[in-house]
Nanobody, 125 residues
Framework: QVQLVESGGGLVQAGGSLRLSCAASGRTFSSYSMGWFRQAPGKDRDFVAAISWSGDSTYYADSVKGRFTITRDNAKNTVYLQMNSLKPEATAVYYC??????????????????WGQGTQVTVSS
């Protein structure tokens, strides 16, 4: 079992920045690839970014490429999502997730094994 707790969400103006954190506890954090997803009201949960167990490989949704950065610190059991140049359409609940498949990064939500409770990000125009 892995428990995930997100933090760092809030209200920011368009063009601003936020850094989300996801703290993990339970089984060995470095045994998991990690992902960030987001879900706006009435919409599906969409992939945002993923990072390999070592941090050497990352993958981003086209909509955030060049503006968002996913990193991890295995010593702190934490994964981060730095979000810059935020747009109003980024408003959503952001979730982190853990995937026990460490060799392949996936963008598919159902392939992730554990999820956090989410943190709200609101971008005002």
């Amino acid at each position: 079992q892995v428990q995930l707790v997100e933090s760092g969400g809030g209200l920011v103006q368009a063009g601003g920045s936020l850094r989300l954190s996801c703290a993990a506890s339970g089984r060995t954090f470095s045994s998991y690839s990690m992902g960030w997803f987001r879900q706006a009201p009435g919409k599906d949960r969409d992939f945002v970014a993923a990072i390999s167990w070592s941090g050497d490989s990352t993958y981003y949704a086209d909509s955030v490429k060049g503006r968002f950065t996913i990193t991890r610190d295995n010593a702190k059991n934490t994964v981060y999502l730095q979000m810059n140049s935020l747009k109003p359409e980024a408003t959503a609940v952001y979730y982190c997730a853990a995937d026990s498949e460490v060799y392949v990064l996936t963008t598919t939500a159902y392939e992730y094994d554990y999820w956090g409770q989410g943190t709200q990000v609101t971008v005002s125009s």
